[in-house]
């Protein structure tokens, strides 16, 4: 496929615009997942404090902004973001029954350039682009296709992912055209990467400029380790789709793709001597500051299995990653790291942590994940028990609001007490592609979930009964609108409900 058939592949652009009106929460509270889990009252709660703040922040296309459907507000400043708009989608597809809160990257997608350039930030009054295309800071992060491949393991939606694949290789092609090193690399910037003033560039690099506007707006002739490893997940997450699909186009190129930046990464990034990986100069030193950036090699599975249990153990590092709340954005030892956060020195943000530990999940590291989520989670809820509401991010060494945080953020905060409370507090986590769900039983309480999606207009009701030890077997009782796989993990055994 030529770059000149970028819009004949975009079905989204030119799309007759969806002016439906917008649903309200007080009428759709029933249709949404109802959690279960006796003696929690306050979560129950939360949860549907988080869904209501949701819709308050619900918009929709206009003849000025020329989106092509309702979408969810970052609950920022006006405009939509990219980076904003795909974790809110990771608690968004639960409510896809009363609003297609994946329809967000729609509105993306219809403005999407010739050469396949998609920006990063569009204003929600006109639909322009914050940023001149070719602006350090005009688009990324690269995490579309990993967004629309959580959508498709809940729904096994094929004609969306048939939809998508086209203009999300497209714009593929457009960060490895100009976003990347002679030497196959990747770079971003601060904004670009979505943490906007972590001590990440190479000041030396750029002399003459302000360091905060060098560390928010310049690459700083640098191999960012985050727009490397989200590359790489990127041509894994279409490869995927091409397979799901019966796709060719492409293919030869993502594999390669990934192969290359594998053996980079591994090579030019990974500091031996830390057992981590970096961010690397344009002389090939490694810029030695411990980002939570890093984890996104989890995810992408970039990482040899035998360097893991090393990487892995900065996350229970008392002295770096594991402070009173898991997990601050930059590591506890560098010199900028603050107590209260200090935005991406410190903070606690609901997206990291959710990248983290779904990345810990996808290397067979379930226990730790959930340890962390619920650390997390634990600590949202204290604040929320104090204020009422969710913010953009927390305090690293108390359960606080960081500084500076908006308050009834969500927003990215939503993934907290819906997402994290279904996928790791209740332990549900539903493959719709594989017509499988996977659910830990870490809670001695009567538990459950009722009208979980588990594909496109089916449902699944899941609840356990109460139990005295964590090693008793569950007794569980399930009602779907269809036939589906359930594996039971509890303690250190598990089986497959039904058999």
């Known amino acids: 496929m030529k770059l000149e058939d970028v819009e004949k592949h975009n079905s989204f652009i030119g799309r007759k615009p969806n002016m439906a009106d917008l649903p309200d929460f007080e009428s759709n509270k029933s249709k949404l997942p109802e959690p ?18 949701a819709f308050s922040n619900l918009g929709k296309p206009t003849e000025e902004n020329g989106f092509v459907s309702p979408y969810i507000d970052a609950a920022f400043n006006g405009d939509i973001f990219l980076w904003d708009s795909c974790f809110m989608l990771m608690f968004g597809k639960y409510g896809d029954g009363v609003f297609k809160f994946q329809g967000t990257l729609d509105d993306f997608y219809c403005k999407q350039e010739s050469d396949g350039f998609i920006g990063r930030q569009y204003h929600e009054t006109n639909g322009f682009s914050k940023f001149h295309r070719l602006d350090p800071v005009s688009t990324g992060p690269e995490i579309l296709a990993w967004c629309e491949w959580q959508y498709y393991q809940n729904y096994g939606d094929k004609k969306r992912l048939a939809d998508v694949y086209y203009p999300l290789l497209c714009y593929h092609r457009w960060m490895r055209n100009y976003h990347r090193w002679q030497d196959g690399s990747y770079w971003s910037s601060g904004w670009g990467c979505g943490m906007d003033n972590q001590p990440r560039t190479d000041l030396e690099a750029v002399p003459g400029v302000e360091d905060w506007q060098v560390e928010t707006f310049h690459h700083g002739f640098m191999s960012w380790i985050d727009a490397n490893f989200q590359a790489l997940l990127s041509c894994k997450e279409l490869l995927k789709m091409a397979r799901e699909l019966d796709i060719t186009d492409g293919v030869d190129e993502l594999q390669k793709e990934a192969e290359y930046l594998t053996k980079f990464i591994n090579e030019k990034m990974w500091s031996e001597e830390d057992k981590y ?6 002389n090939g030193e490694l810029l030695k500051v411990k980002s939570i950036a890093s984890y996104w090699g989890l995810l992408a599975d970039g990482v040899p299995e035998e360097r893991k249990a090393d990487f892995i153990a900065h996350l229970e590092n008392e002295k770096e990653f594991k ?11 560098h010199p900028d790291y603050s107590d209260d956060g200090a935005y991406w020195n410190g903070g606690v943000w609901a997206p990291t942590n959710y ?11 379930e226990k730790l994940a959930h ?3 619920l650390n997390h989670y634990e600590n949202m809820m204290e604040v929320y028990r104090k204020t009422g509401t969710f913010f953009e991010n927390y305090a690293p060494e108390s359960a606080n609001p960081g ?14 007490p819906i997402t994290v409370l279904i996928e790791y507090v209740l332990g549900i986590q539903v493959h719709a592609e594989k017509d499988e769900i996977i659910w830990y039983v870490n809670n001695l309480e009567r538990h459950g979930i009722k009208r ?7 449902y699944a009701d899941l609840i356990c009964e109460a139990r005295s030890d964590a090693n008793e077997k569950p007794n569980i009782t399930v009602k779907s609108d269809k036939k589906i796989k359930i594996t039971v993990i509890y303690g250190d055994n598990e089986f497959v409900f039904g058999e």
């Open 452 to 458: 979980i999606p588990v594909g496109r207009d089916a």
């Open 277 to 282: 990986y970096f961010d690397r100069r344009g």
């Open 403 to 416: 500084n500076p945080a908006k308050g009834d953020f969500v927003g990215w905060a939503g993934i907290i």
């Open 355 to 365: 990248m983290v530990i779904r990345g810990l999940s996808e290397c067979g590291r």
């Open 36 to 53: 279960v889990w006796d003696g929690h009252a306050d979560s129950i709660e939360a949860y549907y404090k988080a869904w209501k703040i």
């Open 323 to 333: 402070r009173p709340h898991r997990v601050p954005a930059l590591s506890a030892d």
């Open 371 to 373: 340890e962390i989520a």
